[in-house]
């Protein structure tokens, strides 16, 4: 199997290569593309295009839908950022990663009231960790922050 998924992954960083750094796909296509299960391709998907790889993958389905991955722009900015939150994050440091963001110009004042209350433990209430779950939240959210292309 790695074989595939490497050769899946390699078909979608051409694509991507040919797409400036986006691409829209069909999952059934690709599955079909490559004989396999789509079950395979979202595999690959979830491991090879995260965004702590530097990606930011969507998924719409129904109507033939289809998946879209866009290659993020890693700024400097959004690099310092991602490293502190690689291990999870508390509440605290949530909110202060916010309120520079706020402070910067990189999101508005409601923008910051609306993810404060999704980062805190009352929405994480389920989660086993909630601080690596607050952290991979935060992530996803700067990468929409520093790439307005997302």
């Given at each position: 199997?790695?074989?595939?998924?490497?050769?899946?992954?390699?078909?979608?960083?051409?694509?991507?290569?040919?797409?400036?750094?986006?691409?829209?796909?069909?999952?059934?296509?690709?599955?079909?593309?490559?004989?396999?299960?789509?079950?395979?391709?979202?595999?690959?998907?979830?491991?090879?295009?995260?965004?702590?790889?530097?990606?930011?993958?969507?998924?719409?389905?129904?109507g033939g839908g289809y998946i879209r991955i866009v290659e993020v722009d890693m700024t400097d900015e959004f690099s310092l950022y991602?490293?502190?939150?690689?291990?999870?994050?508390?509440?605290?440091?949530?909110?202060?990663?916010?309120?520079?963001?706020?402070?910067?110009?990189?999101?508005?004042?409601?923008?910051?009231?609306i993810l404060d209350l999704a980062l805190s433990d009352a929405s994480l209430q389920g989660a086993q960790d909630k601080n690596k779950?607050?952290?991979?939240?935060?992530?996803?959210?700067?990468?929409?922050?520093?790439?307005?292309?997302?």
């Open positions: 199997m790695a074989k595939l998924t490497n050769s899946i992954e390699e078909y979608i960083i051409k694509l991507l290569e040919s797409g400036d750094g986006i691409v829209e796909i069909q999952r059934s296509l690709l599955a079909e593309h490559f004989s396999c299960a789509p079950s395979q391709i979202n595999y690959v998907l979830t491991t090879r295009f995260t965004p702590y790889k530097g990606y930011f993958v969507e998924s719409r389905r129904g991602a490293k502190e939150l690689e291990d999870g994050i508390t509440v605290l440091h949530g909110k202060n990663i916010l309120r520079s963001l706020y402070d910067q110009g990189h999101i508005s004042l409601r923008e910051r009231q779950v607050r952290g991979d939240i935060l992530k996803n959210i700067l990468l929409s922050v520093f790439n307005k292309e997302v």
